[in-house]
């Protein structure tokens, strides 16, 4: 096999068609509104997480601080510290 022939499709037409028939869209029309679907679909997946965030960010996650289930990780204090904090008792 040469290297010149790597470069080259052979049939580049009938293996489209072939690509097309074996997903099962017979014209153009069908591959579109398929485009449609896919693209509605995401749309609304996305719409959905967009309101899932807004309600984590507004609602539930003020109430789990509120109740403590969920938090801000409390800052360890070193040994120096600590000894700073007795000395100034």
Partial sequence: MNPEDLDKIAAPVAKSVALWSLVGFSSLADAASFATMIAGFLAALYSLL????????????????????????????????????????
Avoid: N, Q, S
């Fill in 50 to 89: 967009l309101v899932c965030e807004w309600f984590w960010k507004k609602l539930w996650k003020p109430v789990f601080t509120h109740f403590g289930w969920f938090g801000l990780k409390r800052r360890i204090i070193t040994v120096k510290e600590d000894a700073a904090m007795v000395a100034e008792e």
